[in-house]
Nanobody
């Protein structure tokens, strides 16, 4: 089993920055991909950034140029650096690891961390 624990959310003013962290623990095998999603109440969960094992990164158009996904391989920790935040970035942010477990790929999710952008 793998546990993902997120941290770093909070209240920030428009134009500000936050860095989210997602630390994986437990029997972490071969990580296929690491993703950040966000969800606003009443709306579908949105994929905002992803990193494929090997380092390739992708971003949604809504965050491209403002958010940066990165990882610390030694610590099995994923980060999301968020700059130039706007109220539209307000959401619960979830990390998601997809891990190869022998014969299948298992998805793991963090508990979510609230990001609120408001003056």
């Amino acid at each position: 089993q793998v546990q993902l624990v997120e941290s770093g959310g909070g209240l920030v003013q428009p134009g500000g920055s936050l860095t989210l962290s997602c630390a994986a623990s437990g029997s972490v095998g071969s990580i296929i991909s690491m993703l950040w999603h966000r969800q606003v109440p009443g709306k579908q969960r949105e994929l905002v950034a992803g990193m494929i094992n090997g380092g390739t990164t992708e971003y949604s158009e809504s965050v491209k140029g403002r958010f940066t996904i990165s990882r610390d391989t030694g610590k099995n920790t994923l980060y999301l650096q968020m700059n130039s935040l706007t109220p539209e970035d307000t959401a619960v942010y979830y990390c998601n690891f997809r891990i190869f477990e022998g014969t299948f790929i298992a998805p793991y999710w963090g508990q979510g961390t609230q990001v609120t952008v408001s003056s």
